[in-house]
């Protein structure tokens, strides 16, 4: 009973922040569209500074005018929404079943997880970085 009721509490938690996140997005959003017509210098600072948590801004090969403008367009919004809504609440529990999150194969079909699950078998996810 007590181990149901705590993985409902921290299930209920990432949904909670996975909503605060959301949220602090569309406020940073709005602030940089705001800050970009208001005064252009003082959001050019703040891009920037945003960009060295990334390390964005230290390759030489990527200007400002590059990169920069992308993250006060539409576009930018919808796609990052877009990816946060299709796995909002979504986050793995020693002992529980695993997310069925969204996936493209190689060929660039769609897929999910759970299709690759098979009877009793266990599954193995691994998650790296090409880059």
């Known amino acids: 009973m007590w181990l149901s009721v705590r993985f409902a509490v ?3 938690a990432v949904c909670g922040s996975s909503v605060v996140m959301l949220l602090l997005l569309l406020v940073q959003f709005c ?6 017509v208001l005064s252009p210098a003082l959001a050019r600072r ?9 390390t ?3 390759n030489p090969r990527f200007r400002y005018e590059d990169w920069a403008p992308s993250f006060t367009t539409p576009r930018f919004l919808e796609a990052v929404l877009r990816g946060c809504w299709s796995c909002l ?3 793995a529990f020693v002992g529980h079943r695993a997310p069925d999150c969204p996936l493209i194969t ?5 897929t999910s997880v759970h ?3 098979r009877g009793n078998r266990p599954l193995v996810l691994s998650f790296g970085s090409c880059t």
Do not use: T
């Open 46 to 54: 703040i891009m920037l500074r945003l960009g060295e948590r990334s």
């Open 89 to 91: 609440g979504d986050s």
């Open 10 to 12: 921290r299930r209920l």
């Open 56 to 58: 964005m801004s230290l």
């Open 106 to 110: 190689l060929e660039g079909g769609r």
């Open 115 to 117: 299709q690759f699950i």
């Open 31 to 36: 602030a940089l569209n705001l800050l970009s």
